[in-house]
């Protein structure tokens, strides 16, 4: 999933929960900073105080991406969420669309944010992993031949002749990006195979997988739509549990507002294009009640109050910084993922 969903769409489901504007633009800022995260620059102060990076994403067109450790740290926790489904290990590592395991974090993930300072990060963090499971499943974050797709066999239906081209001349771009940069070699990792086509909402496509010459069919907005679903129950079971972070008048049942997610999901267009009708959408009062205001995404910011931090700029509750809160959620987050909730479910990968 892009930002379109990861930011836009977690807000407004957030909101649609019944949160308050405050918290819900946390938790969405948090949820694309999963994406964003990719610094591993440790802060020592001389006064004794520490910041210690927590990378939960690299760029496609990175080294580290061919790093076996490195995939089980970022990529399993945080975009490729085991599903513990099937006999073998390989099977019990590829992630699942909505498996039992990710709705075991969620439950874990929302009691604990409910009462954790850092609890709005990590509903954020909570909020992409879950979402990944919508649009990832069939895919496992680490280098390995059930990856793959047989050559030439990937299928895309969309009306727009246009957008196809499009999205076509994108998937081209990347392999060849991938080719000159000397990363072969991460490949098949995650669903680089598949390039982009899993984080188009609108698209519906099909391929054949290499490893076993089994036909796959994707209906990316039918599982979109069922994501979206998801993360609204997923806020209001938080919300009921933090009622502190409601708004009162905000709420929307999901039947009231799912032909108008429906029909977002569904639009064929480019990233800018989508975030454009998720902002349309709120503005005229169609996912929720209350403040119509849209906030605009402060990843960056939260980047820069950690890359600029000097001795005489230091701040005296520096644990208030929202990155700070960030990283000790994803900390939280990634222990939790790797050494109790895998190998409890017999997934043994860290």
Same mark, same amino acid.
Request: proline share 5%.
């Given at each position: 999933?892009?930002?379109?969903?990861?930011?836009? +769409? #977690?807000?407004?489901? @957030?909101?649609? %929960?019944?949160?308050? /504007?405050?918290?819900?633009?946390? /938790?969405?800022?948090? =949820?694309?900073?999963?994406? +964003?995260?990719?610094?591993?620059?440790? /802060?020592?102060?001389?006064?004794?105080? =520490? #910041?210690?990076? &927590?990378?939960?994403?690299?760029?496609?067109?990175?080294?580290?991406?061919?790093?076996?450790?490195?995939?089980r740290r970022v990529w399993l926790p945080f975009h490729f969420l085991p599903g513990a489904e099937g006999k073998t290990p390989t099977e019990k590592l590829l992630c699942r669309k909505n498996s039992r395991i990710a709705k075991t974090m969620v439950r874990r993930n929302t009691a604990l944010a409910a009462e954790a300072p850092y609890g709005l990060?990590?509903?954020?963090?909570?909020?992409?992993?879950?979402?990944?499971?919508? %649009?990832?499943? +069939?895919?496992?974050?680490?280098?390995? $031949?059930?990856?793959?797709?047989? %050559?030439? $066999?990937?299928?895309?239906?969309?009306?727009?002749?246009?957008?196809?081209?499009?999205?076509? !001349?994108? @998937?081209? !771009?990347?392999?060849?990006?991938?080719? =000159?940069?000397?990363?072969?070699?991460?490949?098949?990792?995650?669903?680089? @195979?598949?390039?982009?086509?899993?984080?188009?909402?609108?698209?519906?496509?099909?391929?054949?997988?290499?490893?076993?010459?089994?036909? #796959? &069919?994707?209906?990316?907005?039918?599982?979109?739509?069922? !994501?979206?679903?998801?993360?609204? &129950?997923?806020f209001q079971a938080y919300l009921d549990k933090a009622p502190r972070q409601g708004e009162s008048g905000a709420a929307r049942s999901w039947k009231d507002i799912r032909q108008a997610v429906k029909k977002i999901i569904e639009l064929e267009g480019d990233k800018q294009t989508r975030i454009k009708a998720w902002k349309a959408a709120m503005r005229?009062?169609?996912?929720?009640?209350?403040?119509? *205001?849209?906030? *605009?995404?402060? !990843?960056?910011?939260?980047?820069?109050?950690?890359?600029?931090? &000097?001795?005489?700029?230091?701040?005296?509750?520096?644990?208030?910084?929202?990155?700070?809160?960030?990283?000790? @959620?994803? *900390?939280?987050?990634?222990?939790? #993922?790797?050494?109790?909730?895998?190998?409890?479910?017999? /997934?043994?990968?860290?």
């Amino acid at each position: 999933m892009k930002q379109d969903m990861h930011y836009f +769409g #977690v807000y407004a489901l @957030a909101r649609a %929960a019944g949160m308050r /504007v405050g918290a819900a633009e946390i /938790v969405a800022t948090a =949820s694309e900073y999963v994406d +964003g995260a990719i610094w591993d620059k440790d /802060v020592f102060l001389e006064d004794g105080r =520490s #910041v210690l990076a &927590e990378m939960t994403a690299h760029k496609m067109l990175d080294f580290k991406n061919a790093d076996r450790e490195d995939q089980r740290r970022v990529w399993l926790p945080f975009h490729f969420l085991p599903g513990a489904e099937g006999k073998t290990p390989t099977e019990k590592l590829l992630c699942r669309k909505n498996s039992r395991i990710a709705k075991t974090m969620v439950r874990r993930n929302t009691a604990l944010a409910a009462e954790a300072p850092y609890g709005l990060h990590l509903m954020g963090i909570t909020a992409h992993v879950y979402a990944d499971t919508f %649009a990832h499943y +069939g895919f496992m974050g680490a280098n390995h $031949s059930y990856n793959a797709i047989r %050559a030439g $066999s990937i299928d895309l239906q969309v009306s727009d002749k246009g957008i196809l081209d499009y999205i076509q !001349g994108k @998937a081209k !771009g990347f392999i060849n990006k991938v080719v =000159s940069y000397g990363l072969s070699q991460t490949f098949p990792l995650g669903h680089a @195979a598949a390039t982009t086509y899993p984080d188009r909402p609108y698209l519906r496509w099909s391929y054949i997988r290499e490893s076993d010459g089994k036909p #796959v &069919e994707r209906e990316n907005p039918k599982d979109y739509l069922a !994501g979206c679903k998801a993360m609204h &129950e997923m806020f209001q079971a938080y919300l009921d549990k933090a009622p502190r972070q409601g708004e009162s008048g905000a709420a929307r049942s999901w039947k009231d507002i799912r032909q108008a997610v429906k029909k977002i999901i569904e639009l064929e267009g480019d990233k800018q294009t989508r975030i454009k009708a998720w902002k349309a959408a709120m503005r005229e009062k169609r996912l929720f009640g209350g403040s119509t *205001r849209v906030p *605009r995404y402060k !990843g960056p910011a939260w980047s820069a109050s950690i890359d600029d931090l &000097e001795p005489q700029k230091i701040p005296k509750d520096m644990d208030n910084l929202p990155v700070y809160r960030f990283y000790q @959620a994803a *900390r939280i987050h990634r222990a939790h #993922v790797l050494s109790n909730l895998l190998p409890s479910n017999d /997934v043994i990968a860290a």
